[in-house]
């Protein structure tokens, strides 16, 4: 029976042994795997994009219809690469967008322009692959730079209309896409990406009806214009980048 126990202890102690030695083995190589794939890569991209305002008392008012307002962004990008799988990004982008709308029947355009800051987390299936798949989320700054509200063929109504919006909308980005290895240091990729603003993109304390100066200083319900609901940025397209890849050993 001393034997046995003996035998038993044995056997524990070998498989605490080589239990510790796989975990051992798995962390050096997991070290090594990681070792030396840090990496940057920056870039151009560009967006044919749709962008929206969104505001819950315009949708509610009978003659308010939105219009398909289509336009673009682009900028530069910057990522560091941890490892082959993650890292972060930050980009800035110049983005044309606001909301083609009739109202009565008159169609204008809210016509807004935003240097676009988004922080990403970013995930690569595999940098070195040929054939990737890229995924990006994270929080986004926009400062506006410009506002207008013109006709539909875009001739100015009001030519500074920056005070009747704030100065800075606050959201969120996402990124869903594929890259292609052209070369050891060249990467292309294509994405699909949307953003949103958390934040009011209008000013409240603006004194005129922001769609239509002339008209009443209401939220197109009758109520005061302080009242109006919320208004939010939105953004949609395909996003298409050109990266140079730089590596780390």
């Known amino acids: 029976m001393a034997i046995d126990n003996n035998i038993k202890k044995t056997n524990q102690m070998k498989k605490k042994i080589l239990s510790m030695a796989i975990i051992a083995a798995s ?6 795997s990681l070792k030396g794939q840090s990496s940057m890569l ?11 305002l969104y505001n819950q008392d315009d949708m ?44 009565n029947g008159v169609e204008r355009f809210r016509n807004l322009e935003y240097l676009k800051i988004p922080l990403m987390f970013v995930y690569t299936s595999d940098i070195d692959a040929d054939v ?12 506006l730079m410009n506002a207008r509200l013109t006709d ?16 800075f909308d606050i959201g969120g980005v996402i990124y869903a896409g594929v890259g292609f290895k052209l070369s050891e240091n060249f990467l292309l990729d294509a994405s699909v990406r949307a953003d949103c603003g958390f934040t009011d993109a209008e000013n409240k304390d603006y004194k005129l009806n922001v769609n239509n100066p002339s008209a009443p200083v209401t939220n197109g319900n009758g109520a005061a214009i302080s009242n109006r609901s919320m208004t939010s940025n939105a953004t949609a397209g395909i996003t298409i980048g050109i990266r140079y890849l730089i590596k780390y050993q």
């Open 27 to 32: 962390m050096l190589a997991l070290n090594q």
């Open 42 to 52: 920056i870039g151009v991209e560009g967006t044919p994009q749709m962008s929206w």
């Open 60 to 103: 509610d008012n009978s003659a308010y219809e939105t219009v398909n307002t289509f336009n673009g962004s682009f900028g530069v990008s910057y990522q560091y690469n941890f490892n082959k799988m993650l890292g972060v990004g930050v980009n800035g982008l110049y983005s044309f967008q606001g909301q083609r709308y009739k109202l």
């Open 132 to 143: 990737m798949f890229i995924g990006k989320i994270g929080p986004q700054l926009g400062l």
């Open 152 to 167: 539909k063929d875009n001739n100015n109504i009001i030519s500074d209309h920056k005070n009747a919006y704030e100065d």
